[in-house]
């Protein structure tokens, strides 16, 4: 049902086209001192063309029984929805409701909490999480070596595949790494051997797959790797 190579290529587009306005505009800083947060509406803008329904910061399913706050559950950053399905069925908020119908008029209409037809089952939909892992880091402004860069091209992604691989009503989703190195080699190696990380901790992950978008060099950064690491559930 989904090509993670249909999209990582999709965002690797919308990034090149950032990369040109800001060479345009003269930066000072490029797409490598961006916070991980900002980069979210460029993936997005780069999937619009193709996606009908494209959904942002969603809470992960989770089960019925548990029934959290929204504010306590965990999120994903994007969320797609097949083409046709305009909104994301949330059998948490759908329990609530045959909750809430209990003892009243509409209890009898109020028996199963199914999703209505153009909504999409969790089961159905693309959930992504978004890293970001820079070579060198800029803080206050300035860039400077990211002496945890290894530790957190593993720890990042790692927990974001836990936290997806978790919720039972989760079927597709991947965790889109994006790697700002020196060298052109580096992204896919330093990607590769993240997943092989994870992999010997048995965990359920596939092969990247792999765009890079080559970016000026402002402070050691000249190349930004976009690697989709799928999640096998």
Not at 87 to 96: I, M, R
Not at 114 to 130: D, Q
Request: glycine share 6%; net charge negative; aromatic share 6%.
């Amino acid at each position: 049902m989904w090509s993670y190579s249909e999209i990582v290529h999709s965002v690797s587009d919308a990034f090149q086209a950032y990369e040109r306005e800001l060479l345009d505009e003269h930066a000072v800083a490029g797409l490598d001192s961006y916070r991980e947060i900002d980069l979210h509406p460029i993936a997005y803008s780069g999937l619009t063309p193709y996606f009908d329904a494209i959904l942002r910061e969603v809470c992960l399913p989770c089960t019925e029984r548990d029934l959290p706050g929204r504010n306590a559950r965990d999120r994903a950053d994007l969320v797609l929805l097949p083409n046709g399905k305009k909104s994301l069925y949330d059998p948490v908020d759908a329990h609530k409701e045959l909750q809430q119908a209990s003892g009243t008029l509409f209890e009898p209409v109020a028996s199963v909490a199914a999703p209505k037809a153009n909504e999409c089952p969790p089961s159905e939909a693309m959930w992504i999480e978004i890293k970001s892992v820079p070579q060198f880091r800029y803080v206050d402004g300035v860039p400077i070596p990211n002496t945890k860069y290894a530790q957190e091209l593993i720890a990042g992604p790692r927990e974001d595949v836990i936290k997806l691989a978790s919720d039972p009503q989760i079927r597709h989703a991947g965790v889109l790494v994006i790697v700002y190195t020196e060298l052109r080699e580096a992204g896919p190696h330093d990607l590769s051997m993240s997943v092989r990380a994870m992999i010997d901790q048995d965990l359920p992950v596939g092969s990247p797959e792999i765009e890079q978008v080559e970016i000026q060099d402002r402070g050691g950064n000249a190349w930004c790797t976009l690697g989709l690491i799928p999640v096998r559930l």
